[in-house]
């Protein structure tokens, strides 16, 4: 989704009737509880150097109090409009979904599990506020009755540890701190442009953080990729995610050779997400890297 940085920022996994049978716990082997984790030992670096950089302005601590303070207003009529129209999970509602949820949140470390509600949606989809307001209401992560459709139990956790990312990371707040920031800036004519510039490429950045996290929660790269591939793909009957992982790294040999007009074009296709394969890449490196196995080992 095209989006200006405003207040709020709902941040979706991506840009029907409910049959999916979670019949099982997402995953039969015990999953490693990341126990003291911070977001900063899996954001990516450009994600971490400007949250690092946010959190040293002159103005942070007041303009989050305002955040906050509005987002409750906020986060009381986005739950009311779903308690009035989609199915909230709980121990005796989809009670596997609810453990699911649980589990993902501990995985994470989180400080407060999550309520989680089904709606109905053609668009397999999921999609969180990113933020905790101040009157202390558990946070909001939805999921689409389409995605229980299409997606495994362990990629609908996997799913769900990616919004878990972005509350951990508290990725509205530093977004819209970010653009708050920037905004004097739009006015110059060079700097201007890259500083909007710097702003796309940290929603991007926002995004790989949270597939991440989504890793995380899976402790399976082939289980992150399933999901994305059938997410992507926008069918079920796609299921060989070592063939598009393959595909991945297709794509990321083929756009070094590219002609610099032609990446420059794949470029401006990632306005508010990486490309599919792009994620797949770069989730990879990270799954086969030092980094991740220090938080996981």
């Known amino acids: 989704m095209k989006q200006s940085i405003s207040l709020v920022i709902v941040l979706p996994f991506l840009s029907a009737t409910l049959t999916h049978a979670f019949s099982a716990p997402a995953s039969s082997s015990p999953k490693t509880t990341l126990n003291g984790l911070s977001a900063s030992q899996f954001r990516h670096p450009l994600d971490r150097d400007l949250t690092s950089f946010i959190n040293n302005v002159p103005f942070k601590s007041i303009a989050e109090e305002a955040i906050r303070t509005s987002l409750s207003i906020v986060e009381q009529g986005v739950r009311l409009d779903l308690l009035s129209s989609s199915v909230k999970v709980s121990s005796d509602q989809l009670p596997e979904l609810q453990d699911a949820m649980e589990e993902a949140a501990r995985v994470l470390d989180m400080e407060v599990v999550p309520e989680l509600y089904v709606q109905n949606s053609p668009q397999a989809n999921a999609y969180t506020l990113a933020l905790q307001g101040r009157d202390k209401s558990p946070p909001i992560v939805v999921v689409t009755s389409t995605l229980l459709d299409r997606c495994t139990d362990a990629e609908i956790q996997a799913i769900i540890g990616h919004e878990l990312g972005h509350l951990k990371c508290s990725h509205s707040l530093y977004l819209t701190l970010g653009g708050l920031a920037s905004t004097p800036l739009r006015a110059l004519p060079i700097v201007g442009a890259q500083s909007e510039q710097l702003m796309q490429d940290w929603r991007l950045a926002a995004e790989y953080s949270c597939d991440r996290a989504a890793l995380l929660v899976a402790q399976d790269v082939n289980v992150v990729a399933g999901a994305m591939l059938k997410l992507f793909a926008g069918t079920s009957r796609v299921t060989n995610t070592q063939a598009f992982i393959g595909q991945s790294r297709e794509y990321e040999e083929l756009l070094k ?41």
């Open 257 to 297: 050779s590219a002609n610099p007009m032609v990446r420059a074009s794949v470029k401006m296709q990632q306005r508010t997400h990486p490309l599919p394969v792009k994620r797949i890449a770069e989730l990879e490196k990270w799954f086969e890297s030092e980094e991740y196995k220090a938080i996981v080992v």
